[in-house]
Antibody
């Protein structure tokens, strides 16, 4: 069964750095785009960006460009989302998702809750 | 970027009703539109892709239609388990934007 397994919940202070992960199991990691989606508490889904692990081609939403970095490590079939300096407004649930053969997000991770508080 | 207007934001209906959710694009996207269902506390799940193709395992009471700029999601006979928030998403070009969401409740 194809799955995306995300790293666990994080509690951080403003200004700290963070890298969360999304590991695939069971499919050709380098052959599909992996996207990241933010959901702030009680709010809707926001498309943040996407990476093609095969060649590391990465695209960002203008809203998130420069705020986060998306990367991938093909050798361990894992995608990452990272921040260099967290803000309280980064507190949210973050999902990774695979854009399958149809380019819609057909497989989703379980989500990683990030809480940023002093 | 492509802007999307999803309506209504809140929908209340009775079990057995037919419900319709709309999504309008700021520019044509051919049929590169998906619909997702998100139940409380869960990750979203893909319902429909390519505007009208049902994802494997999704009940046939769900259907999608439209192309270009106007799209709809229909639920033909509402069930209690359909309580969720529904999102449209365009994947015609980057950034792949989501609609604002429609929260569906049972009366």
């Amino acid at each position: 069964e194809v799955q995306l397994v995300q790293s666990g919940a994080e509690v951080k202070k403003p200004g700290e750095s963070l890298k969360i992960s999304c590991k695939d199991s069971g499919y050709r990691f380098t052959s599909y785009w992996i996207g990241w989606v933010r959901q702030m508490p009680g709010k809707g889904l926001e498309w943040m960006g996407i990476i093609y692990p095969g060649d590391s081609d990465t695209r960002y939403s203008p809203s998130f460009q420069g705020q986060v970095t998306i990367s991938a490590d093909k050798s361990i079939s894992t995608a990452y989302l990272q921040w260099s300096s967290l803000k309280a407004s980064d507190s949210a649930m973050y999902y990774c998702a695979r854009a399958g053969d149809t380019y819609a997000f057909d497989i989703w991770g379980q989500g990683t809750m990030v809480t940023v508080s002093s | 970027a492509i802007w999307m207007t999803q309506s209504p934001s809140l929908l209340s209906a009775s079990t057995g009703d037919r419900v319709t959710i709309s999504c309008r694009m700021s520019q044509g996207i051919n049929s590169y539109l998906a619909w997702y269902q998100q139940k409380p506390g869960k990750a979203p799940e893909l319902l429909i892709y390519a505007a009208s193709t049902l994802q494997s395992g999704v009940p046939s009471r769900f259907s999608g239609s439209g192309s270009g700029t106007d799209f709809t999601l229909n639920i033909s006979c509402l069930q209690s388990e359909d309580v969720a928030t529904y999102y449209c998403q365009q994947y015609y070009n980057f950034p792949y934007t989501f609609g604002q969401g429609t929260k569906l409740e049972i009366k």
